[in-house]
């Protein structure tokens, strides 16, 4: 089976900050990694998969990279918008996900 | 564009069943793996059970086996869970899923 870690579990940040989410594969998936937000109560969105190709309609301040078994999701300026959790998942050996990010107000 | 309806969820008693339904369109179905994941109040994703192409494989996560049976019919696009025996621990909604997930899930509540 192969295991998802996501780091941190929490991130406090402000307004217009870069934030970056990173998950680690516990063996190499190459890109077959999707990245969600999910908002309470909401079911997740997908932003982007194959490690770096956002959705449509998903705003370009964020972006991912990485491949093999380090990945990083990143956001350019935090908007009010984005607090969020956010999961990564691997779609390589069925479906695996992380732990999730929670994304809060500092 | 992909689209998963997911419903059949409700409250049911410890021990009783529910079948959970998920229409797909958008994609050729009968040339994907489906599966069904979870996520309890508050908690992370979870897969709970997968289906190949045709139908022959089946695989579920250790916590639902001999409970849960996944099934699926082509030719009407549709993907299903079987859930028996449930518990309070089963308590969560439910996403059907591809690759990706792609629906609103559908909530089951195992509550005396």
């Known amino acids: 089976d192969i295991q998802m870690t996501q780091s941190p579990s929490t991130l406090s940040a402000s307004i217009g900050d870069r934030v970056t989410i990173t998950c680690r594969a516990s063996?190499?998936?190459?890109?077959?990694l999707a990245w969600y937000q999910q908002k309470p109560g909401k079911a997740p969105k997908l932003l982007m998969s194959?490690?770096?190709t956002l959705e449509s309609g998903v705003p370009s301040r964020f972006s991912g990279s990485g491949s093999g078994t380090e990945f990083t999701l990143a956001i350019s300026s935090l908007q009010p918008d984005d607090f969020a959790t956010y999961y990564c998942?691997?779609?390589?050996?069925?479906?695996?996900f992380g732990g999730g990010t929670n994304v809060e107000i500092k | 564009e992909v689209q998963l309806v997911e419903s059949g969820g409700g409250l049911v008693q410890p021990g009783g069943s529910l079948r959970l339904s998920c229409a797909a369109s958008g994609f050729i179905f009968d040339t994907y793996w489906m599966y069904w994941v979870r996520q309890a109040p508050g908690k992370g994703l979870e897969w709970v059970a997968t289906i190949n192409q045709g139908g022959s494989e089946k695989l579920y996560v250790d916590s639902v086996k001999g409970r849960f049976a996944i099934f699926r019919d082509n030719g009407k696009n549709s993907v299903h869970l079987q859930m028996d025996s449930l518990r309070a621990e089963d308590t969560a909604v439910y996403y059907c899923?591809?690759?990706?997930?792609g629906g609103q899930g559908t909530m089951v509540t195992v509550s005396s």
């Open positions: 998942q691997q779609y390589l050996n069925f479906l695996t």
């Open positions: 063996q190499n998936i190459s890109s077959w």
């Open positions: 194959k490690a770096s």
């Open positions: 899923a591809t690759w990706r997930l």
